[in-house]
């Protein structure tokens, strides 16, 4: 009957406009210029609505800003930035420890902001991340995946004891609930760096170094690891 329904809240609500005819109309086409709208109806009807009108376009892909694509040692509660889509009224993130997305983590949505709060992440894990913009025309393509690997906490308190002429027992407290194991460093004077001792594949709190000699000053530090971060 040649009436016309306008929504701006993605089909929640319809306000009915204007159209100046009560002829059926078979919906509204962009031709050449895609600003100019027109509609076609019964008995030759020919509607043109504005070459001024303001067209809401597709929304473009989003461009991720941080955190950048391959970051270490970040904490886990992390605030992800993406570049303004024009025309876009809603936002998806999507979090993953899976490249391909099979699980997701997370799957939030924020309105026209281009920031979104998560916390709470798992120490020491990768995770890949992307946004999808959405609009009343439809949605964008995903963003470009970045990664990013959370840090993971370190043992603390660290003690040493001579337990035998040739042995010092090493004991620490563990800090972190996911660890894979610990990496001890060690250095004896008159070394200035310390390097690579053990690795342990356990998530004990003590370890014995029998290889020491007497007449050296030993120093040792530990730090836990994961499969993607130490």
């Known amino acids: 009957d040649g009436t016309i329904y306008k929504s701006g809240d993605d089909g929640v ?4 406009q204007q159209s100046g005819t009560t002829n059926f109309l078979y919906g509204i086409n962009t031709l050449g210029n895609s600003s100019t709208l027109f509609s076609v109806g019964d008995w030759g009807t020919i509607l043109k609505y504005s070459s001024n009108t303001s067209v809401i ?17 970040q904490p886990r509660d992390i ?13 998806f993130v999507q979090l993953s420890k899976y490249q391909t997305f099979t699980i997701i983590g997370k799957n939030d949505s924020t309105t026209t902001d281009t920031t979104k709060a998560i916390t709470n992440l798992s120490e020491g894990q990768k995770y890949y991340w992307r946004v999808q913009a959405k609009n009343i025309v439809g949605i964008s393509p995903w963003s470009d995946t970045w990664n990013f690997t959370t840090q993971i906490t370190s043992p603390s308190n660290l003690t040493l004891q001579r337990t035998l002429l040739k042995e010092i027992t ?18 004896q004077t008159p070394q200035p760096n310390y390097s690579f001792f053990d690795r342990l594949k356990t998530t004990t709190i003590t370890y014995l170094d029998n290889k020491v000699e007497q007449g050296p000053t030993y120093y040792y530090r530990v730090r836990a690891y994961t499969k993607y971060a130490q």
Do not use: C, H, M
Request: no cysteine; glycine share 2%.
């Open 79 to 91: 605030t992800f930035k993406w570049n303004k889509v024009k025309d876009a009224e809603k936002n």
């Open 170 to 187: 090493l004991k620490w407290n563990d800090n972190s609930n996911s660890e894979d194991g610990y990496i001890i460093e060690r250095k």
């Open 57 to 73: 376009a597709l929304p473009t892909k989003p461009v991720l800003v941080s955190p950048t694509t391959n970051q270490v040692d």
């Open 13 to 16: 609500t319809w306000t009915k």
